[in-house]
């Protein structure tokens, strides 16, 4: 009994099959047909991000070239041409690694020249072109140089907290996180400053230079 179910099963998958074999085939076919087209699609988006950070690379060469220069008005021209290149390639690669490298050289150049508006957009494009990259919690750090520079306290601040609360984690956390302190200090926000300064001794309480800093700001705040 149980080999004629078995039977009537099979001779049930073979009828099936034989009347929807076209049917079957086709939808056979299309899969393999999407399958290729990702595969290929892949690879040439592999290609493409290759060949980006290649072009950004060089684009990096050229501004160490230049970077100690960027003040003698002398190579104007050149640091000039080097951000219509760098805009230019801004605009072919607006995301990724390559986007945000390109967005962080354009800021480095704006930081040198001291021209913090610029700065502080071109860092917060770096941000958000490499958002999934180690680069994004760097340029908010150096976004809030900026708004510091220009005054904006409190946006600072903001730039700060995002860069820490990046799931990337970057060198300079700690000392984001004693800028935190020392800009809500700016603002006499004390309660707030001493919050970040004890959130070093929690956090990196195993490296030696920034709980001795915030130790020593939070004495000379208790002490006001």
């Known amino acids: 009994m149980q080999n004629e179910n078995k039977e009537n099963f099979g001779e049930k998958i073979i009828g099936f099959i034989q009347r929807n074999r076209k049917g079957i085939f086709v939808s056979a076919c299309v899969i393999i047909i999407l399958l290729a087209g990702l595969i290929v699609f892949l690879s040439l988006q592999d290609v493409f991000r290759k060949k980006a950070i290649s072009e950004v690379e060089e684009l990096n060469l050229k501004y160490e070239d230049l970077r100690l220069l960027i003040d003698d008005s002398h190579y ?15 605009n ?50 150096n976004a809030a140089v900026a708004a510091e520079e220009l005054g904006k306290i409190e946006l ?7 860069a820490l609360a990046h799931p990337f984690e970057f060198p300079s956390a700690p000392r984001a996180q004693f800028s ?44 006001r």
């Open 76 to 90: 104007d021209a050149e640091i000039n041409t080097l951000l219509s290149d760098l805009d230019a390639f801004i």
């Open 92 to 141: 072919r690669n607006k995301r990724g690694f390559a986007g945000g490298k390109a967005w962080s050289i354009t800021a480095g150049i704006h930081s040198a020249k001291k021209d913090w508006q610029k700065a502080e957009e071109a860092w917060l494009n770096a941000a958000k072109s490499g958002n999934k990259t180690y680069l994004a919690p760097l340029a908010f750090f």
């Open 156 to 162: 600072a601040i903001e730039h700060l907290e995002k």
């Open 180 to 223: 935190i302190g020392r800009l809500y200090e700016h603002l006499n926000n004390y309660p707030a400053a001493i919050e970040a300064y004890r959130t070093i001794l929690i956090d990196w309480q195993d490296i030696p230079v920034w709980p001795h800093l915030a130790r020593s700001r939070i004495a000379a705040i208790e002490a």
